[in-house]
């Protein structure tokens, strides 16, 4: 693992966690982030209940990561962003044997996202009766994290519906969520040319308007 822990003037070590399932899931590189102030860690591929644990594991003994001064994002793109909203939201990740530190991020950056895996939902057929175990839209609660979704009115995967009902349901919690939405765009859209570029600056202004930005660099 490569860790960089660069100046910034409130003295934060800010750490960007991505979860990937591949890569053609994921927006942004490690160099991208690390460029504009951040840490990153990447993943190729990554167990669940492994990266919360890693989450967990202290940065100094018996010392909780956010008192430590390290911040925690999640994001991805479709599969990754069910990995990323799933380890945010789900209850049943824990285990007794996990340190008694809390795994939620501080904030959640999602890309066409198949957290909906209810009936009628993304891999609803091959979950069958155990589809709320991993559907994060169904685990909304008011200590989600405030979180930024992106999605094309056209996905063939993700309905616009879908992502209106977890804004929806998320403010309903007092949560702070943002939906954007890109016209005639389908899965995937994020992946390059002006949209890449748009999402990255309004992920920027995302994470600065939660203070966790110490300045704005360029998008690439």
């Known amino acids: ?78 599969a990754g962003g069910h990995l990323a909203a799933a380890c945010a939201l789900l209850p049943t990740l824990n285990d007794p044997s996990d340190p008694p530190v809390s795994c939620k991020p501080n904030a959640l950056i999602l890309f066409n996202p198949v957290y909906d895996n209810g009936p009628g939902g993304y891999g609803h057929d091959r979950m069958k009766d155990r589809w709320e175990e991993i559907s994060p839209l ?27 009902y977890w804004k929806a349901k998320m403010e309903a919690c007092g949560v702070r969520s943002e939906l954007y939405l890109y016209a005639n765009r389908k899965h995937g859209f994020f992946n390059g040319g002006e949209d890449y570029t748009d999402t990255v600056q309004k992920m920027h202004a995302f994470l600065a308007s939660l203070g966790y930005l110490p300045f704005l660099g360029a998008p690439l």
Request: net charge negative; proline share 8%.
């Open 1 to 78: 693992m490569k860790f960089v822990f660069p100046f910034t003037p409130s003295q934060i070590g800010i750490l960007f966690l991505l979860s990937l399932m591949n890569p053609s899931l994921v927006h942004g590189t490690e160099s991208h982030l690390e460029k504009n102030g951040w840490t990153a860690e990447t993943f190729k591929s990554v167990d669940v209940i492994d990266l919360k644990i890693w989450h967990k594991a202290p940065v100094e003994a018996e010392s909780d990561p956010k008192t430590a001064g390290i911040v925690f994002f999640y994001g991805g793109g479709s």
């Open 138 to 164: 169904h685990h909304i609660d008011e200590e989600a994290p405030p979180n930024i979704v992106f999605l094309g009115t056209e996905d063939q995967v993700m309905p616009v519906e879908t992502a209106c």
